[in-house]
Nanobody, 121 residues
Framework: QLVESGGGLVQAGGSLRLSCAASGLTFRSYTMGWFRQAPGKERDFVAAIHWNGGRTDYADSVKGRFTISRDNAKNTVYLQMNSLKPEDTAVYYC????????????????WGQGTQVTVSS
């Protein structure tokens, strides 16, 4: 089970930190990822982090603004989002994949229910 938290309403230029707590899986064995889905659009890759935290991958649209991290002792993955823009508005989902730094939805086996992020202009 994956449970996201930390979403909310923020003004453009602001910051939010999302968290995703995992249970019922061997957390340290999985690549963890964040995806987002805006109304009427597909669910897109945002960021991923390897099981040991040593390697990360980001969508071009968030590079330099978002940072993914994980704490294997707490079975939790984080997404620090800075310099937020209105186009970052979406439901954000965390997911777990057995593959190395996967960036496609099909590579992820477990999904959370999502948390809403709204960025006002």
């Amino acid at each position: 089970q994956l449970v996201e938290s930390g979403g909310g309403l923020v003004q453009a230029g602001g910051s939010l930190r999302l968290s995703c707590a995992a249970s019922g899986l061997t957390f340290r064995s999985y690549t963890m990822g964040w995806f987002r889905q805006a109304p009427g659009k597909e669910r897109d890759f945002v960021a991923a982090i390897h099981w040991n935290g040593g390697r990360t991958d980001y969508a071009d649209s968030v590079k330099g603004r978002f940072t993914i991290s994980r704490d294997n002792a707490k079975n939790t993955v984080y997404l620090q989002m800075n310099s937020l823009k209105p186009e970052d508005t979406a439901v954000y989902y965390c997911a777990a994949s057995p593959y190395y730094l996967a960036d496609s939805r099909a590579s992820y086996d477990y999904w959370g229910q999502g948390t809403q992020v709204t960025v006002s202009s």
